[in-house]
């Protein structure tokens, strides 16, 4: 079957996966959040990201409330199956729940 890689991604002991969204134009690293197999599987059906909410424990649509969707363009994931990126179209340019376009704009002084 064509998704049978998801049964073989290295999930945590709650059975979620970090998943890094990147930008698919210019490779700017939007946001990192956490999708279980079913995030993944809408995800792939639907052409649309969708995560899983820890805090609220339910399925997240990226997007269902403020607009700014994710469009799924790629999908891989690393070496160790343990983290899933995710290329996408950010609709509205906007990923980050304070109104950023990426949630890394804190630098750290080095």
């Not at 999930?11 to 939007?30: C, M, N, V």
């Not at 990201?49 to 820890?54: D, G, Q």
Request: aromatic residues 10%; glycine residues 8%; proline residues 2%.
């Amino acid at each position: 079957m064509a998704n049978d890689w998801i049964d073989n991604l290295k999930y945590d002991e709650k059975g979620l996966i970090p998943a890094i969204a990147q930008d698919y134009e210019d490779g700017t690293i939007l946001m990192m959040a956490w999708m279980n197999r079913q995030a993944l599987e809408l995800t792939l059906s639907t052409g649309e990201v969708h995560y899983w909410s820890r805090s609220r424990q339910e399925l997240w649509h990226k997007g269902a409330t403020s607009g700014h969707i994710q469009k799924l363009k790629k999908i891989y994931y690393d070496c160790d199956r343990d983290v899933v990126l995710v290329k996408i179209e950010q609709v509205g340019g906007i990923a980050c729940h304070t109104g950023a376009r990426s949630c890394f704009f804190t630098e750290v002084p080095i």
